[in-house]
T-cell receptor, first 115, second 114 residues
Framework: AQKVTQAQTEISVVEKEDVTLDCVYETRDTTYYLFWYKQPPSGELVFLIRRNSFDEQNEISGRYSWNFQKSTSSFNFTITASQVVDSAVYFCALVRGSTLGRLYFGRGTQLTVWP | DADVTQTPRNRITKTGKRIMLECSQTKGHDRMYWYRQDPGLGLQLIYYSFDVKDINKGEISDGYSVSRQAQAKFSLSLESAIPNQTALYFC?????????????FGPGTRLTVL
């Protein structure tokens, strides 16, 4: 079965702290895609990043970075020097290569950044 | 203008009423999806459509039906709404030419069934 686990339900940090959101996935497919979405308090879902199973290269985009490790089935997300505007629910998700269209979501991590 | 729009954005209805949620997109994507979000549960797939003639059930299709009127329009209906269908509903689209099948979401419809 496909499964995405975000063990951290809620995280609180103070502005300028670094924070890492964990994501562990489970699939038997050798081809799959991993995603992170952000849901700010306004409610919309914003696509942040995707990774395919053959590309373990880490990625940095401004204050955001992603660490994909197949050996531990993890796709963690780090925000450096957090800001109040980063406060949101963050979802990790998985698509299997064999069943494109079925996006499996984790339950999300509520991040609160205090000024 | 937003690429994926949902109407209405908020709706309060009563148990037993029929209600339709609509989704339109200007992204030119063939694939469209309906999800519901309940607090603390992430998003669950209700129905999805890979083209106008293709409709598939997702994880939680009971109590829902859909209609794909055109490439750009995908509607979700609750034939007889019940209180546990109170949730945030999202429409999404993706492009089959995109091998990663990245889905892009609408702004959501908050539905309350009394």
């Amino acid at each position: 079965a496909q499964k995405v686990t975000q063990a951290q339900t809620e995280i609180s940090v103070v502005e300028k702290e670094d924070v890492t959101l964990d994501c562990v996935y489970e699939t038997r497919d050798t081809t799959y895609y991993l995603f992170w979405y952000k849901q700010p308090p306004s409610g919309e879902l914003v696509f942040l990043i995707r990774r395919n199973s053959f590309d373990e290269q880490n990625e940095i985009s401004g204050r955001y970075s992603w660490n994909f490790q197949k050996s531990t089935s993890s796709f963690n997300f780090t925000i450096t020097a957090s800001q109040v505007v980063d406060s949101a629910v963050y979802f990790c998700a998985l698509v299997r290569g064999s069943t494109l269209g079925r996006l499996y979501f984790g339950r999300g991590t509520q991040l609160t950044v205090w000024p | 203008d937003a690429d994926v729009t949902q109407t209405p954005r908020n709706r309060i209805t009563k148990t037993g009423k029929r209600i339709m949620l609509e989704c339109s997109q200007t992204k030119g994507h063939d694939r469209m999806y309906w999800y519901r979000q309940d607090p603390g549960l992430g998003l669950q797939l209700i129905y999805y459509s890979f083209d106008v003639k293709d409709i598939n059930k997702g994880e939680i299709s009971d109590g829902y039906s859909v209609s794909r009127q055109a490439q750009a329009k995908f509607s979700l209906s609750l034939e007889s709404a019940i209180p546990n269908q109170t949730a945030l509903y999202f429409c999404a689209t993706s492009d089959p030419r995109d091998s990663t099948d990245t889905q892009y979401f609408g702004p959501g419809t908050r539905l309350t069934v009394l």
